[in-house]
């Protein structure tokens, strides 16, 4: 898959503080999310990546192009939805995101049918007639999204989109994200500090720690990978663990029948079905146990952010 | 809307140009000024002395319309229509313009900082030049339709019914019209949206926009009487636009506060001007950001 966000040594200063420090990387999944506590610089990187804030030092690439020198293009290409509000309070709902649509170049006519689509897409079709000073929290955070989506850019950036909502309206605000991910068309990138926000989405994951790389990993990879990680819980059984081992598993017992099997790519579990059937032994609970992202997020805050220069590695 | 339409689709259609992009808040800047009734009502009104002047200068050339009047036919009216005539108008429609200025400037630009909408103008393929230019453009649009362009007509209407050669010997008066007015326009354009953008907040930059035209000038008199100088009258900013006008449009007026016109020389004049709006300029460039940054 191409890349859609790359950045070489990529350094943001504002004022005297460096929020951003040499970032590299290269982001390309179909919802890329965006991780780290506050202040670690995650709504700098979006802001940069729209151009509001120009590097120190270093560049960023988005859709294949340098952001400095292709912002029009890019910026017709993107679709943003702040963190903060952000709305005409006095300007009905569609006829603000139509406004927004003309802006990005859309004409008048079709302008007025896609922000009636968008209102419509993101549930707020009965509102579209009433002021955006009127809205609820959770409606503006949706036409938000409406006008981010209306003139169908090819990456939109949601920084924080879940900000302020209720569970409910929550759950609507990810099943639209994840909606639009899967259409294909488009690449979404999500900022949040919120992990269950990015795990319910996202396939890529970048996490920022003081404005610098503390992870850039692949969740569905990890996923897959942890695929092999066994949780087993046995009547107790002689011989089983050896037998298992035999086969080239690495195991660990916890006492009270429970036991840790690591397994190779050439065992499958058909095969520790028989050896326990073997053994007589009974397996009563059995689980994959995977790396939540809360684990590769805890393990990044944990460790050392990378030292400056250095290439940004996985977990 | 049919539930099948309600997925997410991409846009392949065509695009309008890019340059005429800035006509976009043009037009919903414009749109949303006439949605207020006073607003609409104002300006109007601000046409008034248009049709005065038109029907001035039909009755000045009309011995019909002097005879319905009861006029005695052949007499010369009270004013000519010259240089003075037009000077006089466009001081008067001026006076109406700054209060739409006033009215409409600063809410445009307070309105997108007060609900934090300038970063979505500008996350669209519009740079910060064309989004101040959309704005300004509305001003610009307004002002023009009320002073210099109904100006011209006068001057037309003027020289098609005096004839014998009257537009010819009068032509740089056109020029002074419309360089007078544009340079009004500008100034009051770039004070509106820099105050605006500096205080976010409408009532304030009204507020701060009337002092700089209203309170500076008195401001420059205690200046003037404190150090006894005409130098104080740099920031009399409406002074400066009447000494420019007033050498444009050929005629010599007295200040109520100073000994004459000269009290400032013309080049003073233009450069005080010009540094306002190299100010304005400077302050808008500092202060309309999407983001704003707070420094350490």
Known sequence: MPAIIEMQNLTVQLGNRTILNQLNGSLSGRCIGLLGPNGSGKSTLINTLLGFYEPVAGAARVLGKEVKSNLRELRAMIGYMPESDAFIADMTGVRFVRYMAELSGLPRGEAMERAHEAFFYVGLGEARYRKLGTYSLGMKQLAKLAQAIAHGPKLVLLDEPTNGLDPEARIRMLQLVREIRDTGEVTVLISSHLLRDIEECCDQVLILKDGRIAALCNLEEERKANLKFLELEVTQGNGFLESVRGMGCECASFGAGRVRIVLPDDIDLRQIYRTAAEHEVQIRRMNYRRDSLEDIFLKAMAGSPQPQGSANGRL | ?????????AYHGALTPAWSRFTVLTRYGLSTLFDSRPFTAYTVLCFLPFLVGLAYIYIVHSVAAQAIMGMNVGNAMPGTVNNDWFHRLLVFQAGMGFILAAWGGPGMITKDFANHSVQLYLSRPISRTEYLFGKISVLAALLSCTT???????????????????????????????????????????????????????????????????LLPALSLVIGAILRTNWGFLINFPFMITIVWAHLFKITLIH??????????????????????????????????AREVERA
């Open chain 2, 1 to 9: 809307m049919a539930v099948y339409k309600r997925t997410y689709k």
């Open chain 2, 256 to 289: 109520r506060h100073a000994s004459g016109f000269d009290v400032v020389p013309l080049w003073a004049a233009w450069a005080s001007l010009l540094s306002l709006c190299a100010a304005c300029f400077w302050l808008l460039d500092r202060k309309l950001q």
């Open chain 2, 148 to 214: 210099w362009i109904p100006a011209l007509i006068l001057f037309l209407v003027k020289a098609e019914l005096q004839g014998h050669g009257w537009l010819w010997d009068n032509l740089w008066m056109a020029g002074s019209i419309v360089l007078g007015c544009l340079l009004w326009i500008a100034v009051i354009s770039l004070v509106s949206m820099a105050v605006a953008v500096w205080v976010k907040w409408r009532i304030a930059a009204t507020a701060l926009m009337l002092a700089i035209f209203f």
